[in-house]
């Protein structure tokens, strides 16, 4: 009996390492979507519709999400939410940052949603060092 419980601890440890790496990828597509949709709306238009538009340059862009992006996903995995609620807000502030980024180039209101995620991560802060 004794090698079946650890049998199944090694089977919940590896499941839950699992669910992670599934969860890993869903992140890092959403963190990577502006430069998806920045490449898609170039071609879209470009391509489909035969418009010239101004679009900033891919490697502009590829910094742009990054710079966003990266810190927004670490502030939101020290973040004392559930999954889904983390992905719900990952998305809306995506959304947000590909419409000022992407649609209409304002580049300084893009990374506006950086200053709530921060301020939520300082006022999570007394949790987080409590250990909850």
């Known amino acids: 009996m004794n090698a079946l419980s650890k049998l199944q601890e090694k089977n919940k440890i590896h499941s839950k390492h699992q669910r992670n790496a599934s969860w890993s990828t869903v992140w890092t597509f959403c963190i990577l979507s502006p430069l998806l949709f920045s490449y ?56 947000w940052f590909i419409w000022f980024w992407v649609v209409n180039p304002l580049s300084w209101l893009a990374f506006l949603p950086l200053i709530p995620a921060f301020v939520m991560l300082q006022l999570q802060l007394l949790k987080i060092k409590a250990g909850k």
């Open 40 to 95: 898609g709306y170039e071609f879209y238009f470009s391509v489909i519709k035969s418009i010239e538009i101004e679009t900033i340059h891919p490697s502009i862009a590829l910094f742009g999400s990054l710079g966003f992006g990266l810190p927004l996903a670490a502030m939101g995995d020290l973040m004392l939410f559930r999954r889904v609620r983390k992905l719900f807000l990952l998305i809306i502030v995506e959304a």
